[in-house]
């Protein structure tokens, strides 16, 4: 089974991100952080993260950044999930090695076909 | 809903588009006349019928539009646009090499995810098209839904479905909690209301047509009917693509699946088609008109 590193200082958010990751078929690991997050990664690379932005400690840009540094660090598909809807927040993201962007609010249509576009889920074609 | 206003409405839609309801419809209709209803100021759907019984045209054609207005993404389905640039383009650039120029129609336009994904596909293609004309026909049966289709502009949720961020990026343009696609994707499709059941041979003939969809809803006649129309209007070697719940195969000669290419159709020789000339004496209006 993929695992999927949801990082967001919500617990709500991380309980609602939880859900839809797990019915796509992943294991959820969760961290509030992106220290925690880092912890987790140096343990083992997750096939997956969904990243918030703002958050205490090390943010979401910060924690991209140090991720894509360390050895194995390329290969997680990393997702924003982010309030920072801003074009220049999305461009710099994009610029710093994130494969993905989802702006809040989101939902399982969204996840879906932003893990299928970076080939974490399959496709299957919509019958009308 | 009462079995009298259900057959009224599934009647009027079947008149008015051919949308071809089966008796267990009545949430659909429920859902999506209920608000409806309720913005003309009535309290529901026993009360909507007896306006429109009144014969209140402008009501008529929202009814018609509320129901036959599908839901949309951009790239859905993502398969079909894959054909589209590797398969069908590929094949035009050379056929149209001495032309220069291509035609589609994107059949069931509506709110304009469809004929703008083309569009992006078109223009990631890059320097193989510089130089050619390309048009790209968005027909719809709903004006509401071609105002929007027009604007380009698309909610935060919208542009999130099926839209590569860096599309997003590279095409759109951020207007607080909008996003509006770029006046030069905009001016590639040209948008005109279209009901499939009447005459659309003045479109003139497309080297690929999208009828992704919306055959679905229309019964057996009437498919036949539009695939024998729509094969007039596509090129010898043109391409038909439809949705992935949707067929030619035992209902029409006029197209022919493409091995491999699932959605994929290609016209078969006219001359063939000519040669059974009963099934295209089937005209669903006509038919209709007499019930």
Redesign the interface.
């Given at each position: 089974m993929k695992t999927c590193l949801v990082v967001d200082d919500s617990s709500i958010v991380r309980k609602v991100a939880r859900r839809i990751v797990e019915s796509l078929g992943f294991q959820v690991i969760e961290a509030e952080d992106g220290v925690e997050a880092l912890v987790h990664c140096k343990k083992a690379m997750p096939e997956a993260i969904l990243l918030d932005w703002n958050m205490p400690v090390m943010d979401g840009f910060q924690f991209l950044g140090t991720l894509r540094r360390m050895p194995g660090g390329d290969e997680p598909k990393v997702v924003f999930c982010t309030t920072e809807t801003g074009i220049d927040h999305i461009t710099k993201a994009m610029g710093g090695g994130a494969n993905e962007y989802i702006m809040k609010p989101f939902d399982k249509d969204i996840v879906m076909a932003k893990f299928q576009e970076v080939g974490l889920v399959e496709r299957e074609e919509s019958a009308a | 809903m009462n079995a009298p206003d259900y057959e009224y409405l599934r009647k009027l839609l079947k008149e008015r588009s051919g949308l071809d309801l089966s008796a267990d419809k009545q949430y659909l209709i429920e859902s999506r006349l209920l608000p409806l209803a309720r913005k003309a100021g009535l309290a529901g759907i026993p009360e909507l019928v007896q306006k429109l019984q009144g014969g209140s045209s402008a009501l008529i054609t929202s009814v018609v539009e509320a129901m036959t207005t599908n839901e949309t993404?951009f790239f859905?389905?993502?398969?079909p646009f894959d054909h589209f640039r590797d398969t069908i383009m590929p094949e035009i650039l050379k056929a149209r090499a001495g032309k220069r120029s291509v035609r589609i129609w994107c059949a069931a336009g509506s709110t304009g995810q469809e004929p703008y994904s083309l569009a992006m596909t078109l223009k990631e293609m890059g320097a193989a098209l510089t130089g050619w004309r390309v048009e790209i026909i968005a027909t719809d049966l709903s004006q509401e839904v071609l105002e929007k289709a027009k604007s380009g502009v698309y909610s935060?949720?919208e542009v999130?479905?099926?839209l590569?961020?860096?599309h997003?990026?590279k095409y759109f343009k951020?207007n607080g909690?909008t996003w509006q696609i770029n006046p030069e994707l905009r001016a590639m499709v040209q948008h005109r209301q279209l009901n499939l059941l009447q005459d659309f041979s003045h479109l003139g003939t497309f080297d690929v047509i999208f009828c992704r969809?919306v055959l679905?809803y229309f019964d057996q006649e009437t498919k036949i009917n539009i695939f024998n129309r729509l094969a007039r209007q596509i090129e010898t070697d043109g391409f038909l693509v439809l949705?992935?719940?949707e067929t030619v195969v035992g209902l029409t000669d006029t197209f022919r699946p493409i091995v491999d290419r699932?959605g994929l159709y290609k016209p078969n020789d006219p001359r063939a088609a000519l040669a059974k000339p009963a099934a295209e004496s089937a005209a669903p209006r006509m038919a209709m008109a007499g019930r």
């Open positions: - | 993404f859905r389905d993502k398969v935060q949720f999130q479905r099926g590569p961020i860096q997003l990026v951020q909690e969809n679905i949705g992935a719940a699932r």
